[in-house]
């Protein structure tokens, strides 16, 4: 059964932001809500995938991570993304300048491997970020919304920023403005 999209209102993340007590957390859920991705397009970020060119942070989107396989020796796969326009480019917005600054050198100072920006060695848990999330939206008194709904968020974020439809559904990897106006 498809559950109903929710999403959060600027004020409402930053509170929930205010909360997160954790680098490591707060650039994760940052990430999520100023970049509109997918958290399997997150999940599947490596070091490479993360540029910095004049200050500006730039995700490089070109692979899903999934972790519905039926190969019981692995836990996840690494796919390409979900269609052929999800393969992107996104600039990150100011917000999250000085925070993947911060984060990247914590990375380097502390010798965190590159083969997932955020993870490691390896991706980061379901569960583990699902509970994280769901314990910070508590503190905050924030309406329960689905990690995905940052996603919705993000959009509904740009939409009210005026920014043309067109835009934000590249910007989100759709392939036609249809699918966005119907999320």
Same mark, same amino acid.
């Given at each position: 059964?498809?559950? $109903?999209?929710?999403? &959060?209102?600027?004020? $409402?993340?930053?509170?929930?932001?205010?909360? @997160?007590?954790?680098?490591? &957390?707060?650039?994760?859920?940052?990430?999520?809500?100023?970049?509109?991705?997918?958290? +399997?397009?997150?999940?599947?970020?490596?070091?490479?995938?993360?540029?910095?060119?004049? +200050?500006?942070?730039?995700?490089?989107?070109?692979?899903?991570?999934?972790? =519905?396989?039926?190969?019981?020796?692995?836990?996840?796969?690494?796919?390409?993304?979900?269609?052929?326009?999800?393969?992107? @480019?996104?600039?990150?917005?100011?917000?999250?300048?000085?925070?993947?600054? $911060?984060?990247?050198?914590?990375? =380097?100072?502390?010798?965190?491997?590159?083969?997932?920006?955020? #993870?490691?060695?390896?991706?980061?848990? $379901?569960?583990?970020?699902?509970?994280?999330?769901?314990?910070?939206?508590?503190?905050?008194?924030?309406?329960?919304?689905?990690?995905?709904?940052?996603?919705?968020?993000?959009?509904?974020?740009?939409?009210?920023?005026?920014?043309?439809?067109?835009?934000?559904?590249?910007?989100? #990897?759709?392939?036609?403005?249809?699918?966005?106006?119907?999320?």
């Amino acid at each position: 059964m498809k559950q $109903e999209m929710q999403i &959060w209102e600027l004020d $409402e993340f930053l509170r929930f932001q205010q909360k @997160i007590d954790n680098l490591f &957390w707060k650039t994760f859920y940052m990430s999520l809500f100023y970049s509109g991705c997918r958290i +399997g397009e997150l999940l599947a970020l490596s070091d490479s995938d993360v540029s910095c060119t004049d +200050g500006v942070y730039y995700f490089n989107i070109n692979k899903n991570l999934t972790r =519905k396989t039926l190969d019981t020796n692995n836990k996840y796969l690494i796919q390409p993304p979900k269609t052929a326009t999800s393969n992107r @480019i996104i600039p990150l917005p100011n917000e999250m300048t000085k925070q993947l600054t $911060e984060y990247t050198e914590y990375k =380097k100072a502390n010798g965190i491997g590159s083969a997932f920006f955020f #993870g490691g060695d390896g991706p980061v848990a $379901e569960m583990t970020y699902s509970r994280y999330f769901n314990k910070y939206a508590e503190a905050a008194g924030l309406k329960h919304i689905r990690i995905h709904d940052l996603r919705h968020s993000h959009a509904s974020l740009l939409i009210h920023l005026n920014v043309p439809i067109t835009v934000i559904s590249k910007r989100l #990897g759709h392939s036609n403005i249809e699918m966005t106006l119907k999320k």
